[in-house]
């Protein structure tokens, strides 16, 4: 049987169930707890708005959300952002899912972090960066309620999460600090590098090698 939580229920196809093995043998605890109440927290908003979206491509995107950030996934040289996104797309790819459906996927991986864009894609894009922000920040915290907030905490537990998942940003990424340029993962890289100093945009226009 599916496991029902706060009324959601969360996708037991053979994907879906795939997709959770693989973030479960790559993954830990905490990226697991916050994938699904990341799900969970998006499944619950589009309910409340009686919005149209696909559950379980919606789940496959929160599974793989962070992914990019784990050993077996991180490049040397790409966001963390699209290193889960190409590997849902790989994912998706060897079990024959439509192409549109892989695109929609990689969008919402890949833009989970970009706001000011992701949230006027496509509902399950717009969702998942809603439970993202939901469950990092707390933003939009009054939306859902006490109870229902309670229940998913309580099925997946936070354990110190908002300590806990800076580090695991960074230790996604410190070797690439170069990537963050432009995103929100540059504060982070400023708050565990010692001496790192972000990139600044204006620098690069008024030092670029044009003459003028």
């Known amino acids: 049987m599916s496991m029902s939580i706060a009324d959601i229920q969360i996708p037991d196809s053979k994907l879906a169930k795939e997709a959770a093995e693989l ?5 830990d605890d905490l990226l697991w707890n916050h994938s699904n ?3 969970l927290f998006a499944a619950f908003k589009g309910n409340l ?8 491509l919606l789940y496959i995107s929160s599974l793989f ?7 077996a996934f991180r490049s040397p040289d790409k966001r963390f952002e699209v290193d889960g996104a190409n ?3 790989d994912f998706l790819q060897s079990r024959g899912v439509p192409e549109e459906s892989i695109r ?5 991986v890949a833009l989970h972090t970009t706001m000011g864009i992701v949230e006027y894609k496509e509902n399950e894009a717009a969702l998942m960066n809603f439970g993202v922000g939901y469950d990092v920040v707390g933003k939009n915290f009054e939306l859902i309620s006490e109870e229902i907030r309670r229940q998913i905490v309580d ?10 998942i800076l580090r695991a940003f960074f230790e996604g990424f410190k070797h690439k600090p170069e990537t963050t340029y432009g995103t929100i993962n540059a504060d982070i890289c400023e708050l565990f590098l010692p001496g790192y100093k972000r990139p600044n945009f204006c620098h ?3 030092h670029s090698r044009w003459e003028e």
């Open 155 to 164: 099925a997946f537990p936070r354990n110190r999460f908002k300590h806990n």
């Open 23 to 27: 973030l479960r043998e790559h993954g």
């Open 37 to 39: 109440r990341v799900y």
């Open 87 to 89: 590997a849902a797309r």
């Open 204 to 206: 690069h226009v008024l």
């Open 104 to 108: 929609l996927v990689w969008d919402a």
């Open 49 to 56: 708005s009686q919005l149209k979206y696909d559950p379980e």
């Open 65 to 71: 959300h962070d992914l990019g950030l784990t050993p």
